[in-house]
């Protein structure tokens, strides 16, 4: 397996993951945030495809990338999409559904960190590091929309309480 090839199925993993967390989500909001991420996976995965087909044909597969498992495709029975049972557990909560993907994305994160160490060829490590920074996008936002939900659990409406953060 090369890295294109490893690349690309945990982004085909990763938006399988986020279309099964959408469909059985029941707030709006929430769907259309999984949905985003889908569509921000399978834009990944269009974007690794051009790039094999046209510039770096020449890497090698590695078969080391055949022992490592992709954090979508891991069997963490907790945050797993394939597992309706656990789906159902977390009662389409915004904040559980939030947080199970932000562990997924800083796991791809931390991944595509390590394979970019690990990458002995420039072409490889560019490629990496590229989909490092946009896994990094996805823990920013949802990162952001946890502490807007928090936010909300938070406030109390009252003088003595008034100490407002600034936006």
Not at 40 to 68: C, G, W
């Amino acid at each position: 397996m090369n890295v294109f090839d490893f690349a690309l199925k945990m982004e085909l993993d990763g938006e399988k993951y986020y279309r099964t967390l959408a469909e059985n989500a029941k707030y709006d909001d929430l769907k259309r945030v999984l949905e985003g991420l889908a569509q921000d996976e399978q834009r990944h995965y269009q974007i690794i495809q051009l790039v094999k087909s046209q510039t770096f044909q020449h890497i090698e597969a590695d078969p080391s990338l055949s022992n490592i498992q992709n954090v979508f495709a891991s069997n963490n029975k907790k945050i797993s999409p394939d597992n309706i049972e656990v789906i159902a557990k977390l009662k389409d909560e915004q904040l559980d559904v939030y947080r199970a993907a932000l562990v997924k994305e800083k796991e791809s994160v931390e991944l595509y960190k390590q394979l970019n160490e690990k990458s002995e060829k420039q072409e490889e490590k560019l490629i990496f590091e590229k989909l490092m920074q946009e896994e990094e996008k996805h823990v920013d936002l949802i990162d952001n929309i946890i502490e807007l939900l928090n936010h909300t659990n938070e406030w109390v409406e009252a003088a003595e309480f008034n100490h407002q953060d600034t936006y």
